[in-house]
């Protein structure tokens, strides 16, 4: 049972895509993607919203993300949030265990 996170970081002129530029650039985005249970955590900019990046960010389980959460990189994270001085929405889902053939028929390859 993975647990997936979508975090989404609204700021103003550019304010978000600076943070997760930094965050790349200081090989933060690395270290998280090392954590054991780490997932996925990827940035994304949606199509109608350029001020908002979203993060999704996928654990293993519920140990491994708080782990993550008692991290040193955590402080170095909001310390980030907070130089750019973004707003967060969160949003969190816990996947099934159906298999990945159940949308098999609707995918394209």
């Given at each position: 049972?993975?647990?997936t996170v979508n975090l989404y970081y609204t700021g103003k002129n550019g304010s978000a895509q600076q943070f997760a530029k930094?965050?790349?650039d200081q090989g933060v985005v690395a270290a998280i993607k090392a954590e054991p249970g780490n997932l996925k955590y990827d940035y994304f900019i949606?199509?109608?919203d350029p001020e908002t990046l979203l993060l999704i960010d996928s654990w293993a389980?519920?140990?491994s993300l708080d782990a993550h959460h008692a991290s040193p990189m955590m402080k170095?994270?909001?310390e980030?949030?907070?130089k750019y001085d973004l707003h967060?929405?969160?949003e969190r889902y816990?996947?099934?265990?159906?298999?990945d053939d159940v949308d098999e028929q609707f995918i394209r390859k």
């Amino acid at each position: 049972m993975a647990l997936t996170v979508n975090l989404y970081y609204t700021g103003k002129n550019g304010s978000a895509q600076q943070f997760a530029k930094e965050m790349i650039d200081q090989g933060v985005v690395a270290a998280i993607k090392a954590e054991p249970g780490n997932l996925k955590y990827d940035y994304f900019i949606p199509y109608d919203d350029p001020e908002t990046l979203l993060l999704i960010d996928s654990w293993a389980d519920q140990a491994s993300l708080d782990a993550h959460h008692a991290s040193p990189m955590m402080k170095q994270l909001a310390e980030l949030r907070e130089k750019y001085d973004l707003h967060m929405r969160v949003e969190r889902y816990v996947s099934d265990d159906r298999g990945d053939d159940v949308d098999e028929q609707f995918i394209r390859k």
